[in-house]
């Protein structure tokens, strides 16, 4: 059996040990639930609603959630299905997020991957360049784009993705650091193996565990950051919608119409929850401390 064999069959079973200890975990499999069900409800629920989500239902301005009329969540201000837009919003703030985590992981790794591997003066500019940018406000980015560009949704995207890779570049860095001096990579050196080989068979592989403890954590931020600026009339505009838009017009009507905030917020506080519960779990399953 060749050490090859050897290492993936290792890897396998590690995995497995991963998955087994995630799903032992009750509050992590119930958020995992949860937040399935919502996904489902944003994908399907708008498809079979009678109504879209930017038609006026003119016998039904403001009206409270009702059974009869059909309106589950109640209306807004301009007689708009508050379910069908929480679902939309749903389906926007999510993957918003999904989009640029995935951008904020794919350049987070590969640069925190090859400064840590390259090391040395090399090592020392590309993180003094993340400093830097840790150092610039993430509403003065955006502020910036949205001078420079007018308001539109691709703007959320560019000011999360300009910020967010920069901690999985550090935490990525450091691992590699560590990864750099074990045996199997020095064998790879040996071989004679290029630095992009040993980067992408043996590093990157190596930095998964983390990589997707860190995605469940980033998706909640960048969820967070879109409600916040679409809160603030920076973020997603009309007549597209977000939790963050749904949750800005709720605050308006707080006192006349309370289901406006409520949905939508209930919504948005489970999804966060149960990514941050899933998350957790999936720290615990990854940690080597608690293998068997």
């Known amino acids: 059996m060749t050490t090859e064999t050897i290492n993936i069959k290792k890897s396998r079973s590690a995995y497995d040990d991963a998955k087994r200890r995630f799903l032992a975990n009750r509050a ?15 994908i399907c629920a708008p498809i079979f609603s009678k109504y879209g989500f930017d038609e006026i239902d003119w016998n039904a301005f403001s009206a ?17 299905d508050l379910f ?12 918003l997020a999904l989009l640029a985590t995935f951008v904020a992981l794919l350049i987070g790794v590969t640069y925190g991957a090859i400064a840590g591997l390259l090391g040395g003066y090399v090592d020392q500019l590309m993180m003094r360049i993340v400093d830097v940018l840790y150092a610039l406000p993430f509403m003065f ?37 560590a990864l750099k001096e074990r045996e199997f990579i020095e064998a790879a050196h040996a071989i004679g ?11 990157i592989p190596n930095l998964l565990g983390i990589v997707i403890v860190y995605a469940t954590l980033t998706v909640p ?6 409600s916040f600026l679409s809160f603030l009339g920076l973020g997603v505009q009309e007549p597209l919608t977000s939790w963050g838009v749904l949750i800005k017009e709720g605050a308006t009507e707080i006192e006349t119409s309370k ?15 149960s990514l941050n519960y899933i998350g957790d779990g999936l720290r615990d399953a990854f940690d080597p401390r608690g293998r068997e």
């Open 221 to 226: 931020q960048v969820i967070m950051a879109e």
């Open 193 to 203: 193996a290029s630095k992009s080989r040993i980067l992408i068979r043996h590093i």
């Open 28 to 42: 992590a499999v119930a958020a995992l639930f949860i937040l399935i069900t919502i996904i489902i409800l944003a």
């Open 84 to 95: 069908v837009r929480t679902m939309v919003g749903a389906r926007l703030s999510m993957s």
């Open 64 to 80: 409270p959630p009702s059974l009869a009329s059909g309106h589950l969540f109640g209306t807004d201000t301009s007689g708009r």
């Open 259 to 273: 289901w406006l905030l409520i949905y939508p917020g209930l919504f948005l506080a489970t999804t966060l929850f």
């Open 141 to 177: 980015i955006v502020i910036l784009l949205t001078v420079i560009f007018g308001k539109h949704i691709w703007l959320i995207f560019m000011g999360v993705g300009a910020v967010e890779w920069l901690t999985m570049a550090r935490i990525v860095r450091s691992q590699t650091m």
